[in-house]
């Protein structure tokens, strides 16, 4: 067997998620052994409330982990301050939620172009990125829309531009069809599939849908903060 | 990192003009309440000292009766003499001058106005002791004085009241029984919260006596105005004259004074303290409106916190770090503040001036008061501004995006 030369992308071992303390203590997580290598794509499914969210999340840096290790091509993410995975997330993630999460009376343009900002990227180079990224989700048209004046489907796909403007390693997309009707469901993972053939972006999806999970080729699934199954499809 | 979070926070003000404004009005009005109300008081407070000022230095009147304002108590109680005054000027040190005043209610006439005026029978130093300054002609001098001679000065009541707007300098009066010519016309004094000090007409001691309403005993004087020396100690003075009116009024020990000083820098600092007190009371309501402004404020953040909560977790997830959060939040808050306080502080410039104008006090830009006022409204927007934020910036981003 070939043994791959650079640590995995992302490398999760014996991972655990409690929220609260005490008598109210609830444990999401319950020891989350994974590894995912750069360039996969990845649906995580399971039912509700198993905790495919919660471990979005700290795959994202968004919440931190109570216990166990995870290392992010090679980094120990647990070791890192706050200050270092605000870094992380801005130059290594990029993150599609179920509720779009864009900055209201905000137009697409700014939305997509606000990751490059704090990228210290110039004017200009944001401009021409964040017109492309929107133009590459078949927006160009919406540039000054705000998101009170775009479709569902609309809004997900500025999400996506805004996530994929930095062109980041991985892309954490937390239901991202849940909001949307079957023919948006497949523009949106269409966008997805593309993005993690054509720049090489490796992407997890957490979903509810088969017919979503039929675009990645590798099916995590989830119950009661444990992994049950991982399944390659051929 | 500074400009980049100048840039998002001008266009994040940009995105939200109603709660802009509404901030900046909190602050505006705060600060342009709290500067026109200082800056007015200290113009009242001023304006009272410049006519107290007007009153006299220094000045201490001597009267009959025991008290000042007890008029039954001065009923056959014996008046002063000429002598009385030029003893006190020659025995007691640390005294200017000291001016004997006769006092009368007499009809005066010029051509077809007539009117009742308060006649002064004085000696030519009254006028440095009441610090009376000439608009026209001159004052009446000690050879005036020696002579009886029918002049008088006049104050701007009574010559707008007899002349109009003529010159009065030159011209015939008749007061009383005797006509009397106009030597002088005084510069105005203005009410100073106890009566027009412009009505009066003052002349030579004598020629009242002599001319108008006849001498009939030593005990004519009603008051003796006495000026006391820069620097003097007021109470001492009022002690050594007390005690020599007593010697002079051959007062026994066990008798009350009969006269009584009354101390114009005394009522002078009651009054300045008043206004002052005033001025302190006002600045104390404007510091309550903008507490007000910045309970206004601390609303609408308080208001627009879920928003903003959610905006902070947006922007953490998509790599900000908290530091560049907060710099923006603290950049927007010390902006909108800034705005405010300046509009406040030109706003109040417009109010001082006018309504210093109508209510006839003096104006005078007060730079340490706007100062505070703008530093005080910087604080409290800054405050009230980034407290929120950075509750918001210390959540995981995902609790903040959560945040309900
Ligand atoms: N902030 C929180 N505080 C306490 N408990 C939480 C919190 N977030 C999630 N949980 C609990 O953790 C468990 C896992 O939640 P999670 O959101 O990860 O589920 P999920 O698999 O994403 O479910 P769904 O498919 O409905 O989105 C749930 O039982 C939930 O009640
Ligand atoms: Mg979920």
């Known amino acids: 067997m070939n043994q791959p030369a650079a640590s995995p992308l992302i490398e ?24 995912i290598q750069a360039g996969e794509f990845v649906a995580i499914m399971g039912p509700s409330g198993s905790g495919k969210s919660t471990l979005m999340n700290v795959l994202g840096c968004l919440d931190t982990p109570t216990a166990g290790s995870y290392h992010y091509q090679g980094i120990a993410v647990e070791a890192l301050n706050t200050n270092e995975r605000s870094l992380l997330r801005r130059y290594a993630l990029g993150f599609v939620f179920q509720g779009f999460n ?51 489907g609309q809004q997900q796909r500025v999400a996506i531009a805004r996530a ?6 991985t892309l954490f997309a937390d239901e991202p069809t849940g909001n949307l009707d079957s023919v948006t469901t497949g523009d949106v993972m269409e966008l997805l599939t593309r993005l993690n053939l054509d720049r090489g972006i490796t992407v997890l999806v957490v979903t509810h849908d088969d017919h979503v999970a039929t675009f990645a080729r590798r099916t995590v699934l989830i119950k009661d903060g444990l992994i049950e199954s991982d399944v390659v499809r051929p | 990192m500074i400009w980049n979070a100048l840039a998002i926070a001008l266009r994040e003000i940009g995105r939200n003009l109603t709660r802009a404004f509404l901030t900046v009005l909190g602050i505006f009005i705060g600060v342009a309440a709290i500067i026109t109300m200082v800056t007015l008081g200290q113009g009242a407070t001023l304006a009272v000292k410049a006519q107290i000022s007007n009153l006299g230095n220094n000045l201490l009147t001597l009267r009959p009766g025991a008290g000042f304002g007890s008029r039954t108590a001065s009923a056959g109680v014996p008046h002063f003499t000429e002598k009385d005054a030029t003893i006190i000027s020659e025995q007691i040190a640390g005294i200017a001058a000291a001016a004997p005043v006769r006092t009368a209610s007499l009809s005066t006439i010029y051509l077809q106005n007539a009117r009742l005026s308060a006649i002064t029978g004085t000696t030519p130093v009254y006028f440095q002791i009441n610090k009376w300054n000439l608009a026209e002609g001159r004052f009446f001098s000690e050879v005036d004085l020696r002579s009886g ?32 010519e106009v030597i002088g016309l005084l510069v105005p004094k203005g009410q100073a919260g106890m009566g027009d000090q412009d009505d009066t007409i003052i002349m030579p001691l004598s020629a009242l006596q ?3 309403i006849g001498k009939n005993s030593e005990h004519d004087i009603n ?27 051959n007062l026994q020990p066990n008798q009350d004074n009969n006269f009584n000083i009354f101390d114009t820098r005394q009522i002078a600092e009651t009054l300045g303290a008043t206004t002052q007190l005033m001025t302190m009371l006002l600045a104390a309501v404007a510091g309550v409106s903008l507490l007000v402004g910045g309970i206004g404020i601390m609303n609408i953040m308080l208001v627009s916190v879920t928003e903003r909560t959610r905006e902070i977790g947006i922007r953490l997830a998509i790599g900000a770090t908290a530091r560049e959060v907060l710099l923006q939040f603290l950049v927007e808050a010390v902006t909108l503040s800034c705005v405010g306080g300046l509009a406040g502080i030109v706003l109040a410039f417009g109010l001082c001036a006018g309504l210093a104008k109508i209510i006839q006090v003096p104006f005078n830009f007060n730079l340490q008061i706007n100062v505070i006022a703008f530093l005080f409204s910087a604080a409290v927007g800054v ?22």
């Open chain 1, 12 to 35: 999760l071992r014996g991972l655990t998620k409690t929220y609260g303390v005490g008598d109210a203590a609830f444990q999401a997580l319950k020891g989350i052994d994974l590894t």
């Open chain 1, 102 to 152: 864009l900055l209201a009376r905000t137009s697409s343009l700014d939305n997509v172009e606000l990751p490059l900002l704090y990228r210290g990227v110039s004017r200009q180079d944001r401009l021409a990125k964040a017109v492309a990224a929107l133009t590459s989700v078949g927006l160009p048209t919406k540039l000054r829309s705000t998101p009170a004046e775009l479709s569902g």
């Open chain 1, 164 to 169: 994929n403007v930095t062109e980041p390693s």
């Open chain 2, 149 to 180: 001679a029918a002049v008088c000065v006049i104050g701007n009541t009574v010559r707008t009241e007899l002349f109009g707007s003529d010159n009065p300098v030159g011209v015939k009066i008749r007061i009383g029984k005797a006509a009397c």
């Open chain 2, 210 to 212: 002599r001319r108008l």
């Open chain 2, 223 to 249: 008051q003796i105005s006495i000026s006391a020396q820069d620097g003097v100690d007021g109470t001492a003075l009022i002690t050594e004259i007390t005690s020599l009116m007593r010697q002079r009024r």
């Open chain 2, 383 to 404: 405050l009230f501004g980034y407290t929120p934020a950075r509750r918001a910036a210390r959540l995981n981003p995902i609790d903040a995006l959560r945040h309900e």
